[in-house]
């Protein structure tokens, strides 16, 4: 069974940053993707451990960044310049596949982010 560990969520103001870290042994894609109350969850960014390619989901394409440490296991994902609209409870996810628009196989419990205005 694929283990996803998130962390690093909190509150923060607009404009500042969060880092946000998955623990995972999973040696495949893993993604980030976000849910705030009452809207569809959205895929965030993903990366693979073979090519440089990291999509991105146009809302946050020059303000998070992802990234991933293998000899930790863990893959990142830093935020920059946060707004309200960031607010959401954040998920790791596990698949073959990096295409955020998939049905990933394996998921977190979450982290919640906050940003107020």
């Known amino acids: 069974q694929v283990q996803l560990v998130e962390s690093g969520g909190g509150s923060v103001q607009a404009g500042g940053s969060l880092t946000l870290s998955c623990v995972t042994s999973?040696?495949?894609?893993v993604g980030w993707f976000r849910q705030a109350p009452g809207k569809e969850r959205e895929g965030v960014a993903s990366?693979?451990?073979?090519?440089?390619?990291?999509p991105y989901a146009d809302s946050v394409k020059g303000r998070f960044f992802i990234s991933r440490d293998k000899s930790k296991n863990t893959v990142f994902l830093q935020m920059n310049s946060l707004q309200p609209e960031d607010t959401a409870m954040y998920y790791c996810?596990?698949?073959?596949?990096?295409?955020?628009?998939?049905?990933?196989?394996?998921w977190g419990q979450g982290t919640q982010v906050t940003v107020s205005s």
């Open positions: 996810a596990a698949h073959f596949s990096c295409d955020l628009g998939s049905q990933w196989s394996y």
């Open positions: 999973y040696g495949g894609c």
């Open positions: 990366i693979s451990p073979f090519t440089s390619t990291t």
